[in-house]
């Protein structure tokens, strides 16, 4: 158990449709980080917040927004869906301990657009 | 894109070392080596990670060249539940902007009976 907790676990949606996934980090952890894997693409970076500000994006399309609490969950919001939205959908934690920091995956969203 | 090469799998039986090798040849020298690997669809876990000297920890050990431009991750014994897809990744080990995991293809371990 990384501690790094994800909800729901499995979505179901239609094509056009607006979902929000959340992730409640580390006890902590200050950063965030979200990652989508899909069957052709691997697992790809999204988007990163730390202590409740953006700090870098990566592939993540203009239907989709994040943001992160004061109380540091952060959700992930994906509208307008499309089928090739079907993905896996992971949150990340971190915290910087000394010279280094390590991130620590929770276990995940389905996500499936019929 | 990934910074590393790895070969797509590769097996061992069960109970022995299995060693699992990465190619990293234009590492920089604030980057570090870490290694995740993926059980299934199950969110990766991290395994150990190092700068320049050998690391070992419960799970792993890590052998990183002299020059950095290679490291070898080892599972003393492995199990069946060893069978994973295994990724190296090379990365800047603080949380700033670019602090992000660039995931490969990795390798598929199969630990066999």
């Known amino acids: 158990d990384s501690g790094v907790t994800q909800t729901p676990k499995h979505l179901i949606t239609a094509t056009g449709q607006r979902v929000t996934l959340r992730c409640s980090p580390r006890s902590g952890d200050l950063s965030v980080y979200w990652y989508q894997q899909s069957l052709d693409q691997g697992l790809q970076f999204l988007i990163q917040y730390y202590n409740g500000e953006e700090r870098a994006k990566g592939n993540i399309l203009e239907r989709f927004s994040a943001q992160q609490f004061p109380d540091l969950h952060s959700e992930l919001n994906l509208s307008s869906l499309e089928l090739g939205d079907s993905a896996l959908y992971f949150c990340?934690?971190?915290?910087?301990?000394?010279?280094?920091?390590?991130?620590?995956f929770g276990p995940g969203t389905r996500l499936t657009v019929l | 894109d990934a910074k590393t090469t790895q070969p797509p799998s590769m097996d061992c039986a069960e109970g022995r070392a299995a060693n699992l090798p990465c190619n990293h040849s234009t590492i920089s020298g604030n980057e570090y080596v870490y290694w995740y690997r993926q059980i299934h669809s199950q969110g990766p876990q991290y395994i150990i990670h190092g700068l320049k000297n050998n690391e070992t920890n419960e799970m792993a050990s890590l052998i990183i060249t002299e020059d950095r431009k290679s490291s070898t991750l080892i599972l003393p014994h492995a199990t069946l539940r060893d069978t994973a897809v295994y990724y190296c990744?090379?990365?800047?080990?603080?949380?700033?902007?670019?602090?992000?995991?660039?995931f490969g293809k990795g390798i598929t371990l199969s630990v066999r009976p």
């Open positions: 990744i090379v990365r800047v080990a603080h949380t700033g902007a670019n602090s992000k995991l660039t």
């Open positions: 990340a934690s971190s915290t910087r301990i000394g010279g280094t920091d390590t991130q620590y």
